[in-house]
């Protein structure tokens, strides 16, 4: 059952290290490849309208905020379960 948990952690850090770089690799590769949108669909108004780089981070920013509130309220939430299991196997035993 430990070899579980630690595959278990292993796997819930692997997504949130996922996600995180998700979050920045959008971002940047948005901002990176405006010269190219003729090439590059990722999203762009038109071809004429220059990528404002201070909303791209702003946005960038919420999102990071979001994703780390949402991933800490989880893992409090899981951890508070688990003891919250362990003590009532302990008070069983």
């Known amino acids: 059952m430990a070899e579980l948990k630690e ?3 292993a796997s819930i850090l692997n997504s949130m290290v996922a996600e ?8 940047l590769m948005f901002i990176l ?3 190219h949108r003729m ?3 990722l999203g762009y108004d038109d071809s004429f309208t220059p990528v404002s ?3 791209l981070l702003l946005q960038m ?10 991933d800490s309220i ?3 939430v899981e ?4 003891s919250a299991r362990n003590g009532a196997e302990i008070m069983d035993n």
């Open 61 to 70: 920013m919420l999102e990071l905020f979001a994703e780390l509130s949402v």
């Open 39 to 41: 090439v590059f669909d």
């Open 74 to 76: 989880c893992t409090y």
């Open 33 to 35: 490849y405006a010269d």
């Open 7 to 9: 595959v278990w952690a």
């Open 53 to 55: 780089g201070s909303v």
């Open 20 to 27: 995180t770089s998700a979050i920045f690799l959008s971002t």
């Open 79 to 82: 951890v508070s379960e688990r």
